[in-house]
């Protein structure tokens, strides 16, 4: 009888572990088919914004103030910038994906990475003085590119969820024990600390969010960080701000 028992046990065990999993697969389902229809809303953002000035410069070339038209011509341009952005992220995530990533580990220097790196953001984070704070000679063991698109992603997101206005800060500084710690500190709307956790999870959002964006910045950024053998973490308190930080060894 006891042998019976256990068999049956053992049976129920399996169908629980197989119930489990399907209701996982549909729970990925259903992330992945909200992560479609939100790409193609934030492709259409900033595509609708482009078609829109360019078709009122073309129509009203000479009845618009010279300021009004450079203003047009700049909101056309961050658009761009946008789409950018989000295309290096859907190819960064489909390489993830499909472990295509490749790493080139080598000493990097962090000051001016930094400086390039908000050169390439440009006009995505007008409004927000940046305040730096990265000591000149400091470096870490790093793939350019990596780092780069995790900078890139932290800033596009302090700029996102912090009012124009309130400053960015970017940190570096050696931790003690063989590594260096970079830090994106923004003065937004923080983050509860039961989400600290999930906002680096493929697709996650924070509640309702209304914000731009897909949910895959931070996983990537994590992945990225993961694979040059760093690790990366926030730290934040609603209604004050967050602190990023990506650790990662120095370079000798
Ligand atoms: P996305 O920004 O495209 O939504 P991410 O993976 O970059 O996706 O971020 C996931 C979520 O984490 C965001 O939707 C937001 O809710 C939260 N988040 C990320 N960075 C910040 C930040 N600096 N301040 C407040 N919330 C943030």
Redesign the pocket.
């Known amino acids: 009888v006891s042998e019976r028992r256990r068999a049956e046990q053992t049976l129920a065990d399996a169908y629980d572990r197989e119930r489990e999993a399907s209701r996982q697969l549909r729970e990925l389902d259903r992330l992945k088919s909200d992560f479609v229809s939100t790409v193609s809303h934030e492709l259409r953002t900033p595509l609708t914004s482009i078609k829109g000035f360019a078709e009122t410069l073309v129509v009203r070339w000479s009845s618009i103030e010279e300021d009004l038209r450079r203003e047009l011509v700049q909101r056309i341009a961050t658009a761009g910038l946008r789409l950018d952005h989000l295309i290096s992220?859907l190819l960064d995530f489909t390489r993830l994906e499909r472990g295509q990533l490749r790493i080139e580990l080598g000493p990097r220097e962090l000051a001016p990475l930094v400086g390039n790196t908000l050169e390439r953001l440009g006009s995505v984070l007008d409004g927000h003085p940046i305040e730096l704070d990265v000591p000149p000679g400091l470096a870490v063991v790093a793939d350019e590119t990596a780092l780069t698109r995790i900078l890139e992603?932290?800033l596009?997101?302090?700029s996102?969820?912090?009012e124009a206005g309130t400053p960015i800060r970017i940190a570096a500084e050696r931790s003690g024990r063989g590594s260096v710690v970079l830090s994106?500190i923004?003065r937004?709307?923080?983050?509860p600390t039961d989400?600290l956790e999930r906002?680096?999870d493929r697709f996650?959002?924070?509640?309702d969010?209304m914000?731009?964006?897909?949910?895959?910045?931070?996983?990537?950024?994590k992945e990225f960080v993961e694979a040059q053998q760093g690790r990366v973490w926030?730290q934040?308190t609603v209604g004050e701000?967050?602190v990023?930080s990506v650790e990662l060894r120095e370079a000798a």
């Not at 914000?211 to 950024?221: K, N």
């Open positions: 992220d992603n932290l596009t997101n302090a996102k969820f912090a994106v923004d937004g709307t923080g983050i989400e906002i680096f996650y959002r924070v509640g969010s914000a731009p964006g897909t949910g895959i910045g931070l996983a990537i950024v926030a934040s701000g967050s990023f």
